[in-house]
Structures are given as structure tokens and as C-alpha cells.
């Protein structure tokens, strides 16, 4: 009975945690710019930093860096060359592709607020670029309705002859479920893997046509499947 419940209480964490979403925040206005990163309920501010925490993290930093002095230097690992990696990126393109459309249609826009006060020191260009921003916000919009869920949109413009220059204020923040996010990533992952072994059987085909048997044993007549 006790399994039956810890088993239960297990699926239910599980689902918990594919149910929390994922996002990040920015926006901007005139006192400067702003970004956080959502996890589950709680959000994080990358920027700006708090000054304590960028110190902690700069002296954190400086000691990193010298114990990594202190030690004896490492053989560089080898890097594959260019053309592999480009014959790489190639094989898994459709797989990619397939993960990018199935990002955009699971990616959420909680909150999009933009607000454009134009202004311009002549009246006349003013009115002109005023027109022109109301075309190009609208165009935004329906791109943006088009090819993701948007929960809420709030887009205004106002023509300010008073402005020398226009002011913007932009909101967005955007977020997905993890399972969702394991939904894109986990078959991606395995495309990746397959595609990395068959390669690795085309190029090295003696390191994994090895014949069946332990180290040392008989392999009672077993022949490679390589031949």
C-alpha cells in the first residue's frame, strides 16, 4: 500500500512540474531596458543587475579563474573540423525545422503592450511618420496573431506635437509549458543522436562492427554483422 502511495505522489510531482511554464519578460521605456526569465511562479531579473549579486558574481568569477591558473594546462580536446559539423547541421535540418514549427505554435505571448508617442521638432513629418509607425504596428499585430497564441495585445499610438523626438514604452512576455518544452526538445535530442551514430558507423565502421563475445571469450562461431 505504502509503494501504491509513493508511487502515486511520485506521478503527482511529475505532473506538477511538466505543468509549470517557462518564460521570459522585457521591456523597455525611458529609464532604460529590462529583462527577467520566468520559472513556475517565481521570476528572475537578469538586467539590470542587483549591484551586490554582480560583485558576488565578478569576485566568484576572479577566483574561478585562478584556480584554473593554478592547475597544470589540459591537452585541448579535438574539434571537429568545419566540414563535419556543416554535414552535421545539414542532416539535421528537417529535424530542426520540425522542432522550430512546433516552438512557434506551442510559445505563448502572455502580455504584449506597446505604446509609441510620436513626435518630431516639424509638424508636418511628424503627422507623415505618425501614419507610417500606426501602419507598421498594425503590420507587427497581424504577424504576430497570425503565427502565435497572443493572450493579450494592447498596441496604442498618439501624435505629441510637443515631442522632439519620439518615446516608446514596450512590453512582451512570452512562456511555455515544461512539457511542452520536452515535447520540442526530447525528439530533437533523439534525432541528434541517431544522426551522430549513423555518421560515426559510416566514418569509423570498424569501432562499432566489433564481434559479439566478451574480451577473451569465443564467439562460437558469431561472425560481425559488418561483413
Not at 594546462?73 to 545539414?90: H, I, Q, V, W, Y
Not at 501602419?135 to 522632439?164: C, P
Amino acid at each position: 500500500m505504502t509503494g501504491w502511495i509513493l508511487l502515486g505522489v511520485l506521478a503527482l510531482l511529475v505532473l506538477l512540474v511538466c505543468l509549470l511554464r517557462l518564460g521570459a519578460a522585457a521591456g523597455y521605456d525611458e529609464t532604460g531596458g529590462w529583462v527577467k526569465v520566468r520559472l513556475g511562479p517565481k521570476w528572475v531579473t537578469l538586467y539590470p543587475q542587483d549591484p551586490d549579486q554582480a560583485a558576488r558574481r565578478k569576485e566568484k568569477k576572479a577566483r574561478k579563474a585562478a584556480q584554473k591558473a593554478a592547475k597544470p594546462p589540459k591537452p585541448a580536446p579535438e574539434k571537429p573540423t568545419l566540414g563535419g559539423a556543416l554535414d552535421l547541421a545539414r542532416d539535421l535540418l528537417p529535424d530542426v525545422k520540425a522542432a522550430a514549427g512546433k516552438f512557434r505554435r506551442k510559445l505563448r505571448i502572455d502580455d504584449l503592450f506597446l505604446y509609441l508617442e510620436w513626435g518630431e521638432p516639424d509638424p508636418a513629418d511628424a503627422a507623415i511618420h505618425y501614419g507610417q509607425a500606426w501602419g507598421a504596428a498594425e503590420a507587427i499585430a497581424a504577424f504576430l496573431e497570425a503565427n502565435f497564441t497572443v493572450k493579450h495585445r494592447e498596441i496604442s499610438l498618439d501624435l505629441n506635437y510637443q515631442l522632439d523626438k519620439p518615446r516608446l514604452t514596450l512590453r512582451a512576455a512570452l512562456s511555455l509549458t515544461v512539457a511542452q518544452l520536452l515535447a520540442i526538445a526530447l525528439p530533437l535530442g533523439w534525432a541528434a543522436v541517431k544522426t551522430i551514430w549513423k555518421r560515426r558507423k559510416q566514418t569509423h565502421p570498424e569501432a562499432v562492427c566489433a564481434v559479439p563475445g566478451r574480451k577473451g571469450e569465443p564467439n562460437n562461431g558469431k561472425k560481425s554483422s559488418c561483413q
